[in-house]
């Protein structure tokens, strides 16, 4: 089997343009509905991006932490110290384009700024597909409402998604709606946490493979916009604009269920290695 060394190096101006692209420039996805949107702030949400577009400043003030997760297949390796890198990549970014430092050294004891944005965040991840390295780029508001829960394994469809929709209906207002939701079900509980980060990555119309969970998706996506939370919390327009699941096996006795959420502006990205 082919193995692929991944030169980092060679692919860092790629990764530093996508970052620098995710905060100033709209998502396509995005774009497309807040086009289409014709309620409250219409005007407002669709000239932000297009003066953001026009004079290099961020589509959101809080700029986030960015989070990273590379998906490495088993044939494929590197031989950098890959926080070192990213974190570079991340200093050099953010403080060339006046991008908001929003970390603390301490989280709460001293909670004095790191003044770089750093530590980025990094999730080293097996998969059978192509290498590539994918990334968030998450506000406070948004990762305040992230949500871990551990279910009895014979809870029933109605109440699991009653257990969403609980969680979605008291607190989705806070996050910038119409929302993005990642829902992680399975594995222990550190990895549901993860996969419902991973289910913000996708597409929105990269439904699961899977038909019962492809359904459990598009089900919770209609009574998720049916709780009439609407864009900016104002009862008008989507609620989510995707809520995607990936899952994973898990203990005979146990059923994690995580929560991830984003904002309306879902700023990410991927860059594929190629040999």
């Given amino acids: 089997m082919f193995k692929l060394f991944i030169n980092f190096e060679y692919y860092r101006k790629q990764i530093k343009d996508k970052i620098i692209k995710a905060n100033l420039i709209i998502n396509s996805e995005v774009k497309v509905y807040l086009e289409t949107y014709k309620g409250p702030f219409s005007k407002v949400l669709n000239d932000n991006y297009k003066i953001s577009k ?63 944005n750093l530590p980025s965040m990094i999730n080293i991840i097996p998969t059978k597909e192509k290498s590539n390295l994918s990334f968030l780029i998450k506000g406070g508001g948004s990762e305040n409402l992230s949500f871990l829960k551990m279910l009895k394994p014979t809870i029933s469809k109605n109440d699991l998604i009653n257990e969403v929709l609980k969680h979605i209906q008291l607190n989705g207002s806070r996050a910038c709606p119409p929302l993005v939701i990642g829902v992680g079900l399975g594995g222990t509980a550190e990895k549901a946490v993860l996969n419902s980060k991973i289910s913000l990555l996708k597409n929105f119309n990269d439904y699961n493979k899977d038909e019962d969970y492809k359904n459990l998706e598009k089900n919770l996506e209609t009574k998720i916009n049916n709780l009439n939370i609407g864009v900016q919390g104002l009862k008008e327009g989507k609620t989510t604009l995707s809520t995607k699941i990936t899952v994973m096996p898990s203990h005979i006795a146990s059923l994690s269920l995580a929560i991830s959420v984003d904002c309306y502006l879902n700023r990410k990205g991927v860059v594929y290695f190629e040999a």
Avoid at 60 to 72: H, Y
Avoid at 76 to 84: A, E, L
Wanted: hydrophobic letters at 35%; charged letters at 30%.
């Fill in 54 to 116: 026009i004079k290099n400043i961020p589509l959101c003030q809080d700029t986030g932490i960015v989070e990273f997760f590379l998906f490495l297949n088993k044939d494929d390796y590197f031989n950098i110290d890959i926080q070192g890198f990213l974190d570079s990549l991340v200093k050099e970014i953010y403080s060339e384009n006046n991008f908001r430092f929003s970390t603390l050294r301490d989280p709460y004891m001293k909670r004095k700024n790191t003044f770089d």
